[in-house]
């Protein structure tokens, strides 16, 4: 069984710039969802995807947004990058229904100057 | 709004000590997770309490769950270096949203 596969693994980006982040889910899993870490602070959620729909989004602007492909694969792609978008991304997948909670990726360690 | 705290935020202590964390929510909910974090890696998953007076134990660390009182504590026994990381728990939003909520993570440093 593979786990989630996040990539890259670290980006340096200038503010202003776009970045897209990419995720590959868990075999087996059909909703992913994408978090943000600062520095020092516990993961918020951005949005999950469900069957290649937005599921429900957290309190981020729409310069953040994603996709899911019909693999489950996703990405997150954020526009005009801000210094406060430094970030570790996690992605996650989990299966619809099931309650074991999510499967993290080991994360994109995004840097704005 | 759902909000999760942690206490203590930083722990440090020494190695066969026992301490226990805590994890205050503010809404009804039956699903908590704990996480460990290590620096610079991702989270991995430590236990899943899915009903009130749950109880989950591996190794030196046993988790509980009371909804009643919106509380849930990580128990560390006899504590070892290794267990330095920062734990995190997370409460689902809304009954299967899978929006986690985190609280603000307990850095644990585990002193030889």
């Known amino acids: 069984e593979t786990g989630v596969t996040q990539s890259p693994t670290h980006l340096i980006k200038t503010r202003g710039q776009q970045v897209t982040l990419r995720c590959s889910s868990q075999?087996?899993?059909?909703?992913v969802s994408w978090y943000q870490q600062a520095l020092g602070q516990g993961p918020q959620f951005i949005f999950q995807?469900?069957?290649?729909?937005?599921?429900g989004r957290g309190n981020f602007p729409p310069r953040f947004s994603g996709l899911q492909f019909p693999n489950y694969s996703s990405e997150l792609n954020v526009n005009a990058l801000e210094l406060d978008d430094s970030a570790l991304y996690l992605c996650?997948?989990?299966?619809?229904?099931?309650?074991?909670?999510?499967?993290f990726g080991s994360g994109t360690r995004l840097t704005v100057v | 709004e759902l909000k999760v705290e942690q206490n203590p935020l930083f722990l440090s202590m020494q190695e066969g000590k026992n301490y226990t964390i805590y994890c205050n929510y503010s809404t009804t909910s039956d699903r908590l997770y704990w996480y460990r974090q290590d620096p610079g890696k991702s989270l991995e998953s430590l236990f899943v309490?899915?009903?009130?007076?749950a109880v989950k134990q591996e190794g030196r660390l046993m988790a509980s769950l009371d909804t009643k009182a919106r509380l849930s504590t990580l128990h560390i026994t006899a504590a070892v270096h290794d267990l330095s990381a920062t734990y995190f728990c997370?409460?689902?939003?809304?009954?299967?949203?899978?929006?986690?909520?985190f609280g603000t993570g307990t850095r644990l440093k585990v002193l030889a």
């Open positions: 997370a409460v689902e939003g809304s009954r299967g949203t899978y929006k986690y909520i």
């Open positions: 996650a997948s989990s299966l619809a229904g099931q309650v074991y909670g999510y499967t």
């Open positions: 075999s087996g899993h059909n909703t």
């Open positions: 995807y469900y069957r290649e729909e937005e599921n």
């Open positions: 309490l899915l009903s009130n007076g």
